[in-house]
């Protein structure tokens, strides 16, 4: 059982927007900002997001993020079929002293 | 670039100890971390060493097991595992965590498998 709530899967079509929710506590996304993660299939995990809602260089604008009291939010428009991939988010908890990461969210592209 | 070394097939009750070798980036300036995922599952964080070493951090599940250090003038991160179980098993990944990036783990390894197993 993960700290951080997120959807087991989502899915969409092509160019669809699509959101992952993701829900905590006031002792991990209520205190701090939260990081997304994507990993396509058979790779390492890569930084989307940060700081709830910052972009890493060469990240498309397709992607962006949302925060609101203890829960966080990732939308894609403009749904691809490259963009097929488990999402995570996470957090720094407080009360645990140490990272937390949401179950993941596998996207599909219908 | 990070590149972890060490995984392998051990014992249930058996030690490992992984490494993961920094390039491309000055290692000392950074807080590390290390990040497992079981077969089919979902991200795990591990464990986190501070720059210099003075800040660790663990999970619940590997504390008192696992030890994290770092050697900055090597630029190596090293995750010293006792009385692995199953529920260890896993791809262990090492990652940087920058402060530009809030944080975030911005740059990973290619991740190094540990199979515990009788």
């Known amino acids: 059982q993960s700290v951080l709530t997120q959807p087991p899967s989502a899915s969409g079509t092509p160019g669809q927007r699509v959101t992952i929710s993701c829900s905590g506590s006031?002792?991990?996304?209520?205190?701090?900002?939260v990081n997304w993660y994507q990993q396509l299939p058979g790779t390492a995990p890569k930084l989307l997001m940060y700081s709830n809602n910052q972009r890493p260089s060469g990240v498309p604008d397709r992607f962006s993020g949302s925060k609101s009291g203890t829960s966080v939010s990732l939308a894609i428009s403009g749904l691809q079929s490259e963009d097929e991939a488990d999402y995570y988010c996470?957090?720094?908890?407080?009360?645990?002293?140490?990272?937390?990461f949401g179950g993941g969210t596998k996207l599909t592209v219908l | 670039q990070l590149v972890e070394s060490g995984g392998g097939l051990v014992k249930p009750g058996g030690s490992l100890r992984l490494s993961c070798a920094a390039s491309?980036?000055?290692?000392?300036?950074?807080?590390m971390n290390w990040v497992r995922q079981a077969p089919g599952k979902g991200l795990e964080w591990v464990s986190s060493i501070s720059s210099r070493g003075n800040y660790i951090y663990y999970a619940d599940s590997v504390k008192g097991r696992f030890t994290i250090s770092r050697d900055n003038a090597k630029n190596s991160l090293f995750l010293q595992m006792n009385s692995l179980g199953a529920e260890d098993t896993a791809v262990y990944y090492c990652a940087n965590q920058d402060l530009a990036s809030g944080y975030g783990f911005d740059i990973w390894g290619q991740g190094t498998i540990i199979t515990v197993s009788s």
């Open positions: 006031g002792s991990n996304i209520g205190s701090n900002t």
């Open positions: 996470a957090a720094w908890d407080d009360s645990l002293d140490g990272w937390v």
């Open positions: 491309g980036f000055t290692f000392s300036t950074f807080t």
